[in-house]
């Protein structure tokens, strides 16, 4: 953000008249609580909002903010939104006391209201209850609050018992213990019944799992029948298995096995001695559910252990073309595809990958065109906003312009129930599109940096990027990048957006929570995908055997296991040619040389070179040749060296072997 000169200190000035200006009086808040049962005696929130500012009226204190928890239980209350606001303001001096009907509105676990008092009083804040008439800010008022606040807590966990008490007993009676009837269940005159619509679902679920024995496989089947969960959400794993699990599909209802262990709801399953079984209408066969159970226990069973920490920096994001994931295997330091033997060297892709980052950071044409991509998308969802608004508005007032024509005798009963239905559906459609998408756009808002920004985290990434860690690369790596795709001639790099590399805290590889770098929205409006030139792993100018054999094997897509079954050797006989650890036998050499398609070392024009040619050719050893050609294989070593000349019939027998046809 840019700041206006003089902007800070007219701010400053601005304020200071403010509270000079401002009313002396105490400035409170006003703390509403109030639970349904209160509601329906009566004691509406309004009604406690009225009452408390009646009272800071009459002593006169101003009312800044008002703290609203309807419906919200009294267990426990300090991690609530309002609360943590309330608290908030507290310390800030933005209010100085807190005004509420009595002290089981505030909270009624006991530690909580001493929490509270303490926070109050360490601030110099007061709590005002006003049906004890309590004032913590005197010895007596904090007496008298602790020991009302603990009456709160004893009847509360007095009540609770008496609930835990008869839960048991309603279950072994049958009856209802709260709560919704299971999926393909449903509550008809304080019995369990199969419900006419849920219940043939159910037991699809259990047949889908015999044929197919995959949870993810059940769960996308009947997603893609058009079956959904109760609350209109699409079926999913965890869902599926629960209900595999729960005994009350074969006609076995169980009740009171859980309890809950903490404020969050979490809970946990009681002992079995307390579990209450009770017998209902079966959806399914109990063998049909059986099956499936043994099924769910033999793969909860064969589960595979954790998998091992990522080694490789682009572990996990690299996939061949053909859409098979590639891994490095142990014997190689090489990315492989298993299913095509597609491969790329792991230093030659972390190359190309810094190479890329620099190539895209460091254009200012390519940051320019995704800066007008960014300002094009937030446009379009801008004028999207504002066309759902428009839409918003207008069925509200179509909306009470049918309720009135309704009202006035003006349309039927029928045609005013389908026009209000689609009108209300489609509105109830808006007001959870509309919050959504203006979360979306403050976010890319937000996130929008400038150029010069953008440009200088670029630089620092690329800059730093030798000297990080190797897990601080790999952070980054996996912040930023979507996938890596290697083709046969081209790699793929597609990005999201990109962090800085400075870290906002120093490393600490004991605490999985600390990243070490702090992320900055870089490409936040669309991914990017750089594209590069896939490094060929041999000389593109062929040298030596090995470079030619190399080359070849790779234009033809072969292994070393297919070239040695062409050359009749063993895999590891042709890895070492590749390698350069020794060079082929002669014998070897017209096999080679059918292979490539032609004579990979260098042919001369000399007598010597043609002889030493026309060996490799044959696959003869200089021993062998000399025995066809009937002379000492010394003298052979030096016609092929150039040191001496054959004449006469000796000349004539060389000439007819350098015309043999290959073998």
């Not at 807590?153 to 048991?168: G, H, M, N, T």
């Not at 995959?214 to 999913?236: D, H, M, Q």
């Not at 995704?370 to 007032?397: I, P």
């Amino acid at each position: 953000m840019h700041q206006i000169p003089g902007q800070a200190g007219n701010a400053g000035g601005f304020m200071s008249l403010r509270i000079e200006n401002e009313d002396r009086a105490k400035l409170v808040g006003i703390w509403i609580r109030v639970s349904t049962e209160d509601q329906a005696r009566g004691e509406s929130p309004e009604h406690h909002e009225r009452r408390a500012s009646l009272y800071a009226e009459a002593k006169g204190w101003k009312v800044r903010e008002v703290y609203r928890l309807e419906a919200v239980s009294g267990k426990s209350v300090m991690a609530h939104p309002e609360a943590k606001r309330m608290l908030a303001d507290i310390k800030s001096g933005h209010i100085t006391g807190l005004i509420f009907s009595k002290l089981a509105r505030l909270a009624r676990n006991t530690r909580e209201l001493l929490d509270f008092a303490d926070i109050f009083r360490e601030h110099g804040a007061d709590l005002i209850s006003l049906q004890e008439s309590i004032d913590t800010t005197s010895p007596a008022g904090r007496l008298f609050y602790t020991m009302i606040a603990a009456m709160a807590q004893w009847e509360r966990e007095e009540i609770a018992e008496r609930v835990a008490v008869s839960v048991p007993i309603r279950a072994k009676l049958g009856k209802p213990l709260g709560g919704q009837a299971p999926f393909g269940y449903r509550w008809h005159e304080r019995r369990l019944m199969p419900d006419p619509k849920e219940a043939p679902v159910r037991k699809l679920l259990y047949e889908l799992f015999t044929e197919h024995k995959r949870k993810k496989t059940v769960a996308r089947i009947l997603n893609e029948r058009g079956y959904r969960t109760r609350n209109g959400s699409p079926f999913s794993d965890t869902t599926v298995v629960r209900l595999l699990r729960d005994p009350t599909a074969k006609g076995l209802r169980r009740a009171n096995y859980t309890m809950t262990t903490n404020s969050k709801r979490a809970w946990k399953l009681k002992p079995e001695s307390e579990w209450v079984f009770s017998e209902v209408e079966p959806i399914v066969p109990e063998d049909l559910w059986n099956q499936c159970n043994t099924v769910l226990d033999a793969q909860l069973k064969g589960r595979t252990k954790a998998s091992r920490k990522t080694v490789h920096l682009f572990a996990g994001l690299t996939v061949c073309s053909c859409g098979q994931k590639m891994y490095v295997p142990s014997n190689t330091p090489k990315y492989v595809c298993y299913k095509c033997r597609n491969k790329i060297a792991v230093v030659d892709l972390e190359g190309i990958f810094h190479e890329q980052l620099k190539s895209f950071l460091f254009s200012g044409a390519e940051l320019t065109a995704y800066l007008k991509q960014a300002d094009k998308r937030m446009k379009e969802k801008e004028e999207l906003l504002r066309v759902l608004e428009g839409e918003h508005k207008g069925n509200a007032s179509e909306m009470e312009r049918l309720y009135r024509l309704y009202m006035d005798d003006g349309i039927s009963k029928d045609a005013f129930s389908g026009k209000y239905r689609s009108l209300e559906e489609r509105q109830k459609q808006l007001e959870e599109e509309l919050p959504s998408l203006q979360a979306e756009l403050d976010l890319m808002k937000i996130h929008y940096l400038s150029s010069e920004e953008i440009i200088s985290e670029a630089k620092d990434l690329y800059s730093r990027w030798p000297s990080l860690s190797r897990e601080e690369k790999r952070h980054i790596v996996e912040a930023i990048t979507e996938r890596i795709t290697v083709g046969k001639d081209d790699i793929d790099i597609s990005l999201n957006y990109l962090p800085s590399s400075a870290p906002s805290n120093p490393p600490n590889p004991g605490n999985k929570a600390t990243r070490p770098h702090r992320r900055v929205a870089f490409l936040p409006f669309g991914k990017v995908t750089l594209k590069a030139p896939k490094p060929v792993p041999y000389p593109r100018v062929p040298k030596t055997l090995a470079d030619h054999l190399k080359k070849h094997r790779y234009e033809l897509g072969l292994r070393q296991k297919d070239v040695a079954k062409h050359l009749r050797v063993n895999e590891y006989t042709v890895l070492g040619w590749e390698n350069g650890k020794n060079e082929p036998e002669v014998r070897y050499l017209p096999r080679i040389i059918l292979f490539l398609g032609y004579d990979p070392l260098p042919r001369g024009t000399t007598l010597g070179d043609r002889l030493r040619a026309k060996r490799r050719e044959q696959g003869l050893s200089r021993k062998r040749t000399a025995g066809v050609l009937k002379i000492d294989e010394a003298t052979l070593a030096r016609y092929e060296a150039g040191q001496s000349m054959p004449k006469g019939a000796r000349l004539e027998a060389i000439e007819r072997f350098l015309t043999m046809r290959p073998r």
